[in-house]
């Protein structure tokens, strides 16, 4: 679908910029979801939710040719809840992502609030796409500021020669007087050619702020691939979490009740096995993640989950998922979805998504 959007002041100059390069794509996404969610200390919770297979959106993307092989490029994209029409993303305008740049020959660098390199390498492996009851952020923890977004962002991205691509990524933590002091960097090494799909991820955030410093960084690194059979394809990960916040929970408010405050890991290993098997219009989707903690806790944890989609047309579909967490010695990891934390070890979706 294609639009073009003038209003007010800013009329003459959008109108100038339509017939420099002609339009602009607008875009979005509608997800909701029957979720039932248990295990947790308050008991179990039915719910009609939105963004449980992937955030509902509403986007604006644009490209202008400037010449030369040079092109301007922008991207804003609103998170939103379909069942009560509220802002997602804490109630940012353009929370999802927000950002322009220019694209060539060279590559594209872009300036905005953007994923993280590292969080793109965890989707690529996932077979439930970071979303649905089986979403590895339920045990392999989003970097960024939020969600795996970096703000105040710089990132390129390289021209695939061979199949092989780069990218990297500066955030600045715009603290007076400190310039380390928030400072987030990361990149990725990507193999894309034929059936596998193989790609390296980092990111290493600062977590003094400007009134908390010395403390450690957060560095995470995954490892992930993909390989294509055919009639079967097979995800692999394998993450290396150190420092304070490299593995956050996603709930944070004591879902089991326990005696002391959950506490996060400092030093964990991450592992995923997984296949997706399509079908024409029916999609297996199934994983195995296992948390490994390093500290003196040891708290382990395993997910298991299986999915189902089967697609009405190119656009919509509809989708069941289950996911179950093994919690150890006291972790108190969540089964979740693309947007929610979750409020027990266990959880089940049914539900449909538009896109268009």
Same mark, same amino acid.
């Given at each position: 679908m294609k639009t073009i959007l003038c209003a007010g002041a800013l009329a003459a100059t959008c109108m100038n910029a339509v017939a420099a390069d002609g339009a602009v794509n607008v875009y979005g996404l509608v997800d909701v979801a029957i979720v039932r969610e248990t295990g947790g200390s308050g008991g179990g919770i039915t719910k009609i939710t939105s963004g449980v297979g992937a955030g509902s959106r509403l986007g604006f993307k644009g490209r202008e040719d400037l010449g030369g092989g040079l092109a301007a490029v922008f991207l804003l994209e609103s998170g939103f809840q379909a069942d009560t029409g509220a802002l997602g993303q804490g109630g940012l305008l353009f929370g999802r992502q927000a950002y322009v740049g220019l694209q060539g020959g060279f590559g594209t660098l872009t300036a905005g609030r953007q994923y993280t390199p590292q969080y793109l390498t965890v989707v690529m492996a996932?077979?439930? /796409?970071? /979303?649905?009851?089986?979403? #590895? $952020?339920?045990?392999?923890?989003? #970097?960024?500021?939020?969600?795996?977004?970096?703000?105040?962002?710089? $990132?390129?991205?390289?021209?695939? @020669?061979?199949?092989?691509? @780069? &990218?990297?990524?500066? /955030?600045? /933590? &715009?603290? @007076?007087?400190?310039? @380390?002091?928030?400072?987030q960097f990361g990149g990725a090494l990507d193999y894309n050619a034929g059936p596998l799909h193989a790609r390296l991820g980092y990111h290493n955030r600062n977590n003094d702020t400007a009134t908390v410093r010395n403390t450690s960084n957060a560095k995470n690194t995954v490892l992930a691939a993909v390989y294509d059979f055919g009639v079967v394809k097979a995800h692999v990960a394998y993450g290396v979490n $150190?420092?304070?916040?490299?593995?956050?929970?996603?709930?944070t408010a004591n879902p089991y009740g326990r005696a002391g405050v959950p506490v996060a890991s400092s030093d964990s290993r991450d592992m995923l096995v997984g296949a997706t098997i399509p079908s024409g219009p029916h999609t297996w989707m199934v994983s195995w993640l296992h948390k490994d903690d390093r500290t003196a806790f040891d708290q382990d944890a395993t997910q298991y989950a299986l999915g189902y989609r089967y697609a009405l047309s190119r656009r919509t579909e509809l989708y069941a998922a289950i996911a179950h967490i093994v919690n150890r010695h006291g972790a108190s990891y969540t089964v979740g979805s693309a947007i929610e934390g979750g409020s027990g070890n266990g959880a089940a979706d049914l539900g449909i998504r538009h896109v268009f």
């Open positions: 996932d077979p439930f /796409g970071s /979303g649905y009851a089986g979403d #590895t $952020k339920n045990l392999m923890a989003p #970097t960024g500021n939020s969600a795996s977004r970096m703000d105040n962002s710089l $990132k390129y991205v390289s021209p695939a @020669a061979g199949g092989v691509s @780069a &990218e990297i990524v500066y /955030g600045a /933590g &715009e603290v @007076a007087g400190d310039g @380390a002091a928030g400072r $150190k420092g304070l916040n490299s593995s956050l929970l996603r709930n």
